[in-house]
């Protein structure tokens, strides 16, 4: 079977109209598989297919969705039963050697693929939360018949491996996401808000979601502008402060901190490889370390939260610093071990970018057909019928 052209379903619970980090993985990944020469759909709820990119892989849209809150964020996906005659239909007439399901369990969309795909099934397990996983235990009994159709699982990390292994236990194998990380080494234009007389702190994140912490990277700001009068804290990202941060900033007389809004796709890495310092203060539910992954491609250093998704991904002192969840004592201590020292900053940055390297869609990509590959030896007749 070895070399052998693959046809491959990726099946997304989340609509596809909406960036994140599960849809960007998969329209990714369905690339690097058409490059290298297999068959790759994607099977998604989408609300507006007409304005969603998914280069050299044709989308297949299932309808609409509606907003759900989930580990601190939103998600959008279909609870919509009337799905099920397209999908079905869907599935029969493509004849897929294996559907490759990100977060299978999550109803509505994915869990029903799970029950009529006849092909072999592949989980990636993506979410993370330390302290519940309520939806899963709720249930788990319609869950555990899901999860037992599954030939292969596949966590995007330790964490995420513990958090499914948890619920559902099994064989899980640990394939980490895949970054664009030529995007970011890559030379970009500097963007105006970043001043080059300044030293510039970056945050990127949905300012909105608590979960990003936000608000302790602005109290560490607030300890040290004064001791550092160049120093300048940059806020990419969509959304309004929470209710906190904005009171904080009235409080401490925060009047300068630069807020961006949203950036393009293409704008995004000259903010990274402008900034001197990329901090990501997150308190948890990070399965993943995106972020920290895109500002070390930059050879931007990094001072995080030693949360379990970022220390999948990064050292503490050796690509940055990782200090103590919401404290902004800890944070502002890194920061100022960063300003004061340009030559740290120098050794970070540039182990950073090696670092950063192992995530490349190339190298990972090779490790996901060796998987497919293994779990189609093993399971080469159709499984799961409905």
């Not at 994140?205 to 300890?223: C, D, H, P, T, V």
């Amino acid at each position: 079977m070895e070399g052998f052209p693959l046809k491959i379903a990726l099946v997304s619970p989340y609509d596809f109209a909406y960036k994140g980090g599960v849809v960007s993985h998969i329209v990714s990944l369905g690339n690097e598989l058409y490059r290298r020469g297999h068959d790759v759909k994607i099977l998604s709820p989408c609300s507006e297919p007409e304005r969603v990119e998914t280069g050299s892989v044709e989308l297949i849209p299932f309808g609409r969705s509606i907003p759900v809150p989930a580990a601190g964020s939103i998600s959008r996906i279909s609870f919509s039963v009337w799905q099920e005659r397209k999908l079905r239909k869907t599935l029969e007439n493509e004849g897929f050697d294996l559907v490759h399901l990100h977060e299978p369990l999550m109803p509505m969309f994915a869990l029903m693929c799970c029950f009529l795909a006849k092909a072999p099934k592949i989980g990636t397990f993506h979410a993370f939360n330390e302290s519940s996983g309520r939806g899963y235990t709720f249930w788990k009994p319609v869950l555990s018949r899901g999860a037992s159709r599954l030939a292969g699982r596949i966590a995007v990390s330790d964490p995420a491996k513990d958090f499914a292994n948890r619920y559902f236990p099994g064989d899980y194998t640990v394939i980490p996401n895949g970054m664009d990380v030529e995007r970011f080494e890559k030379a970009a234009p500097r963007p105006k808000a970043m001043d080059r007389d300044k030293i510039n702190i970056l945050f990127v994140g949905r300012m909105g979601e608590k979960r990003k912490g936000l608000r302790y990277l602005l109290g560490a700001y607030s300890m040290l502008k004064w001791e550092y009068p160049d120093l300048r804290l940059v806020v990419v990202g969509s959304g309004e402060p929470d209710t906190s941060s904005y009171l904080l900033m009235g409080e401490r007389a925060l009047t300068d901190v630069v807020f961006t809004g949203p950036v393009s796709d293409e704008d995004l890495p000259g903010y990274y490889q402008a900034a001197d310092i990329f901090c990501s203060p997150a308190t948890g539910k990070e399965s993943f370390g995106y972020v920290l992954i895109e500002a070390m491609a930059s050879g931007t250093p990094v001072a995080a939260t030693a949360i379990p998704g970022f220390l999948s991904v990064m050292k503490d002192g050796e690509h940055g610093f990782l200090v103590e969840p919401k404290s902004e004592e800890s944070i502002a201590e890194a920061l100022r071990k960063l300003i004061a020292d340009p030559a740290l900053r120098e050794r970070f940055g540039s182990a950073g970018r090696l670092n950063a390297r192992t995530y490349r869609w190339e190298r990972l990509a090779e490790d996901m057909l060796k998987y497919y590959r293994a779990i189609l030896e093993r399971a080469p007749a159709p499984t799961g019928a409905a």
